[in-house]
């Protein structure tokens, strides 16, 4: 077998198109499903808790109450409006760029890094593991992330080649 085809065969494929469905999952698990934006809903909670147990059996401060009450409630709005606006814009964004169609992702993985392609918009664009920063695996999506662009998103259940267990293993070997 010759050498140059060993390093270039490709080792997982990866293909799904995004729909709306797509973006409203992703971005779920982005904005709303986030494990930091939980941590952070479950101290806003506690504190009203322990505010509210506080003001009720103590007599303490009901205006620090009303202040985390409308705080979180605030940021709450905030959180929504930001997936619900940024999930219909890159979807519009896909559809323009297709001409009314929604991107066909493939993405293939080698030896070498990752390729990154969108069928109908005919682009191919290569990246060596070493301009790739870190992986992260949220709900069914594997998450990419390179150091000078967007997000390469891996559906879990979209692999052609290839399983995700295998394909966690193997970026770990390749450093992310």
């Excluded at 390093?7 to 469905?21: A, H, L, M, S």
């Excluded at 905030?78 to 493939?106: A, H, N, T």
């Amino acid at each position: 077998m010759n050498t140059l085809s060993t390093i270039t065969d490709t080792v997982f494929e990866n293909q799904y198109t995004r729909t709306k469905e797509f973006y409203e999952e992703y971005y779920k698990r982005i904005h709303i499903k986030n494990r930091w934006f939980i941590f952070f809903n479950i101290c806003v909670l506690g504190s009203i808790i322990s505010n509210l147990v506080s003001w009720i059996f103590f007599k303490g401060d009901s205006d620090l109450l009303i202040e985390l009450v409308v705080i979180f409630s605030v940021l709450w709005i905030l959180k929504i409006v930001m997936y619900k606006s940024e999930k219909v814009l890159r979807y519009e964004q896909d559809l323009k760029l297709c001409g009314g169609f929604p991107f066909e992702i493939c993405m293939t993985v080698t030896d070498s890094g990752l390729d990154y392609s969108v069928k109908n918009y005919q682009t191919k664009t290569h990246f060596d593991f070493s301009q790739l920063k870190r992986v992260k695996k949220t709900g069914e999506f594997f998450v990419i992330t390179a150091k000078s662009t967007f997000p390469f998103i891996f559906k879990s259940d979209s692999f052609s080649k290839g399983n995700p267990d295998e394909f966690l293993t193997f970026l770990k070997q390749k450093g992310l």
